[in-house]
């Protein structure tokens, strides 16, 4: 008998953990470099974003002060 599971969408990978994903729209070039990046680092793109936010998202607040 056949699972009841839906199937996810073809060539996407669940998200890992309690991560969500987070739709954004950047200048191709952007995300070009971003992408070698990641790759020069053996990370991955989303990794690379995350940080970078973390980064920027401490410095607004510090400013706020």
Do not use: C, H
Request: glycine residues 6%; hydrophobic residues 40%.
């Amino acid at each position: 008998m056949a699972d009841n599971k839906e199937a996810g969408k073809p060539g996407r990978k669940p998200t890992a953990g309690d991560k969500k994903q987070f739709l954004s729209t950047m200048d191709p070039l952007v995300i070009r470099d971003i992408k070698v990046a990641a790759a020069e680092l053996e990370n991955t793109a989303s990794q690379i974003l995350e940080i970078a936010a973390k980064e920027w998202l401490e410095r607004y607040r510090a400013g706020k002060k």
